[in-house]
């Protein structure tokens, strides 16, 4: 397995359980009215893995296109 590929696992398990930790703490003290904001740490927990992923296998394309070895 490539080094970015054991990167971006790992940074998606510390991503993954920081962003569950902030929505979960927004749900459990906020009151009713504020508890609509713990969307958006939920939504970025969800969206941001992917895109780094796909920024990561795109850098790693372009390299083996252009000849480097990984």
């Known amino acids: ?3 970015w590929k ?3 696992l790992l940074f998606t398990l510390i991503w ?3 962003g569950a ?3 979960i ?3 459990a003290l906020a009151d009713a009215a504020e508890r609509g904001k713990a969307w958006t740490p939920i939504i970025l927990t969800l969206a941001v893995p992917p ?3 796909l920024l990561a296998w795109g850098i790693a394309w372009l390299r083996r296109r252009g000849g480097h070895e990984d």
């Open 1 to 3: 397995m490539p080094l």
């Open 6 to 8: 054991k990167l971006w």
């Open 16 to 18: 993954v359980v920081v």
């Open 21 to 23: 930790l902030n929505a």
């Open 25 to 27: 703490t927004i749900l």
């Open 51 to 53: 895109v780094v992923y």
